[in-house]
């Protein structure tokens, strides 16, 4: 086996025993990236110098006897809207298209510190605005899988790039889906974590109130490492939490015995791919062998929750998006007067899906229509939250689908907003509570395409989430999925 096709994980304990270098890991990668970005393009700018920099830096510690953390030597992909000293973070716009931030993130200065080279920026929908990363100012990225679909999005970057063997390992960031989405779409392990379990520090802002970063990896243990990595808080953002950081990776092993998980009732409509609606049950099935009792849950509301969070996230971009004014950083284009310059700038930096947002989050804030959306919207927020709250009082997990389908074809829904917004019905309202979900790859559709069913819990539970992922994992066949992508050459 190639290293590029091993688990984080695994090149973990063979960089600990010293059976191979950071330096011949980083260059695996690297040549696998050039191999495979032809047809994926999954990165919006590589950083190979400084990978195998970073990694000539492991192998130095480690020679002098130095104890490393665990995932030192592991390369890492990271989302362009999470700032990066000294690479340029884009967000997919072209009004950051040559923005280089002048410090980190604080997950970057955790990854950093922990000895992972960095790989490269990944693309995105701009500024995280999509569900197909179609709408990045530079290029579409494809699916591994079959290279005329979506990979997901906004993190369709880091999703395609772990698929794709062009990174063991990747940050993104969820909003409304954002990594669950990609992860499910391209046959790999997508985490959402609790709404302030890592710090958003030097992260571009979508929605303030629902913003998370999380890993995206090739198997539930990987995801659990790095989770563990950059976790915790952080005084650079007051939102963080001090729960303590458990041992994500020590409950594995611990099973689903005694758990109780609902079944959504919800995730199972007649618009749904039949395949994906099949996995779920599969999923529900494979955890009652396992000796989890499942029920059948509800979440009244939210069937109202894709159109609250719709406006409160628009209303979001509006405030956090006018920092972007071309005068402090970013495109500038000079006009007659300030106004023209801020017009000018925006309507030029600015594609149709941002500018889509920015004016419906205007409009929803504006005196007249505040009562009538944002208001109502945070209304349904709260009753979405209670449905939670109440569903976790009788159980540990929720179990459902991720998307309605599998991942569809370039271009398909790329004209149609609402046909785009619907993709995510089924994960939304987890960001409206606040709760951590994951994403776990679970049999594939009739066009073999992977799918994957979605697990929640309760605020804090990551550890739920982990063992219950990894137990249908192994259920599934313990191999990552790995699409048949052969470019010349390898």
Not at 304 to 319: G, H, N, T
Request: hydrophobic share 40%.
């Amino acid at each position: 086996m190639k290293l590029y096709e091993m688990t984080a994980l695994e090149l973990s304990r063979l960089l600990q025993e010293k059976e191979v270098s950071a330096v011949e890991v980083a260059r695996s990668f690297i040549e696998r990236a050039d191999a495979v970005e032809p047809l994926v393009q999954a990165y919006i700018t590589r950083t190979p110098e400084e990978a195998l920099a970073g990694a000539e830096a492991v192998d130095a510690k480690r020679s002098r006897g130095e104890v490393l953390p665990p995932l030192a030597g592991v390369p890492l992909a990271i989302k362009d809207n999470i700032c990066t000293r000294g690479v340029r973070t884009t967000c997919a716009s072209r009004f950051l298209e040559d923005y280089v931030p002048p410090g980190d993130a604080s997950v970057i200065s955790k990854v950093r510190a922990a000895g992972m080279p960095l790989l490269g920026k990944t693309n995105m929908d701009e500024f995280a605005m999509g569900s197909s990363t179609e709408n990045s100012a530079f290029f579409p990225t494809r699916n591994p899988w079959d290279l005329s679909r979506v990979p997901g999005g906004s993190s369709g970057g880091s999703a395609a790039a772990v698929s794709a063997g062009a990174a063991p390992l990747a940050l993104g960031s969820d909003t409304g889906g954002s990594i669950r989405q990609p992860a499910a779409f391209c046959g790999v392990v997508g985490l959402r974590p609790t709404y302030g379990r890592v710090s958003r520090a030097g992260v571009v802002a979508l929605a303030s109130s629902m913003d998370q970063v999380g890993p995206i990896a090739l198997t539930v243990a990987d995801a659990a490492l790095l989770l563990e990595l950059i976790a915790g808080e952080d005084k650079a953002d007051f939102t963080t939490s001090s729960e303590p950081v458990p041992s994500y990776l020590d409950v594995l092993s611990q099973g689903v015995q005694g758990l109780r998980v609902g079944l959504l009732v919800e995730d199972g409509p007649a618009n749904f791919d039949p395949a994906v609606v099949a996995a779920v049950q599969k999923a529900a099935r494979k955890l009652e062998e396992g000796g989890a009792v499942v029920e059948e849950a509800s979440l009244p509301h939210v069937s109202y929750a894709l159109e609250a969070y719709q406006l409160i996230c628009a209303a979001e971009v509006s405030s956090n998006l006018g920092r972007f004014d071309g005068v402090r950083y970013g495109r500038c284009v000079a006009g007659e007067n300030v106004y023209a310059m801020f017009s000018r700038s925006r309507g030029e930096g600015f594609g149709p899906e941002v500018k889509r947002r920015l004016l419906l989050g205007t409009y929803v804030l504006s005196k007249k229509q505040y009562d009538a959306y944002y208001l109502q919207a945070l209304r349904v927020r709260a009753l979405v939250c209670r449905d939670y709250q109440s569903a976790f009082k009788r159980f540990d997990l929720l179990l459902g689908a991720v998307t309605p389908t599998a991942a569809f074809k370039l271009g398909e829904k790329v004209d149609d907003p609402l046909a785009m917004y619907h993709a995510d019905i089924c994960i939304v309202h987890g960001p409206l509570a606040g709760v951590p979900a994951i994403s776990v790859p679970y049999g594939f559709d009739g066009d073999g395409l992977p799918l994957g069913v979605q697990l929640t819990a309760a605020p804090y539970r990551e550890e739920l989430l982990f063992r219950a992922a990894h137990f249908l994992e192994q259920s599934r066949g313990a191999e990552p999925l790995r699409p048949q992508l052969s470019p010349s050459g390898l």
